[in-house]
């Protein structure tokens, strides 16, 4: 799972690691701090629909008439990684939408003449009391079975590194022990340094250095290797690389 919205009542924590971004201030990390306590109340008291409503007015901004309060406060219009305020992925994906709206692409891919949307609402309007629904069980049970990666870019801001580290370390499985004292690993790629590496049970934690949201654009050599080692079950450290 990567960059994962999982369970989003540990993980609408914006405002902290906003602000040590400094992409807020004081005032600002009050702002956000209350709209946090309040999606969370609506969380727990099951009132999903708001809770998404709050989030979206917060820092999602895709179904709200406003703009959000991160972007009123920051400025940024990209959410998916903090060196950009603007998403610099924007100019390829709409290069991506022409490629495959050629008449060559779409016999290749048996699509006919069915209408292309690069992103519509519909989907996203009829998930909204799914979105704010904690699937933490559900993790929780996958890893008294099989193992489970979970990785994080480490310039994400919807789901931020501390945000999913906070949502693990309040999840209730098999490894819980381990992993709250867990230590953590150094993996490399070659020479470069791709990021660190927790490990407990069933559970293998990574964050990505220098990728946001989509790691797998922002680091494809990293994103392969971290993959191909998942897959294989081949270790992420070596000998001398504990933290």
């Known amino acids: 799972m990567g960059n994962g919205l999982s369970d989003p009542e540990h993980q609408l924590k914006y405002g902290l690691y906003l602000y040590q971004l400094g ?12 709209y946090e306590a309040q999606g969370v109340r609506y969380i727990e008291s099951k009132q999903f629909d708001k809770a998404f409503d709050v989030f979206d007015s917060l820092l999602n901004g895709d179904l709200n008439n406003h703009s959000s309060l991160f972007r009123n406060l920051s400025g940024f219009d990209n959410y998916f990684n903090y060196l950009y305020a ?26 006919g003449n069915t209408s292309f949307s690069d992103e519509t609402n519909v989907v996203e309007t009829n998930l909204k009391s799914d ?27 919807i789901v931020a590194y501390p945000l999913t580290e906070n949502y693990l ?52 050599k990293w994103a392969w290797d971290l993959m191909s080692r998942f897959t294989r079950n081949k270790p992420y450290h070596s000998a001398g690389r504990f933290i």
């Open 23 to 34: 992409l807020i201030d004081l005032n600002g990390l009050q702002a956000v701090q209350g």
């Open 86 to 111: 603007v998403d610099p992925m924007e100019a390829e994906l709409r290069l991506m939408a022409k490629y495959v709206q050629r008449a060559d692409v779409r016999a290749a891919i048996h699509v």
């Open 131 to 157: 979105v704010m629904q904690s699937v933490a069980p559900w993790v929780a049970e996958l890893l008294s079975h099989y193992r489970v990666l979970i990785y994080n870019g480490q310039l994400d801001i």
């Open 169 to 220: 370390q309040n999840l209730q499985f098999a490894g819980a022990d381990q992993y709250r004292s867990a230590g953590r690993f150094q993996w490399r790629v070659g020479a470069d340094l791709a990021g660190y590496v927790k490990q407990a049970g069933n559970l293998t934690e990574v964050l990505v250095r220098n990728a946001g949201h989509m790691v797998p654009a922002d680091q494809p």
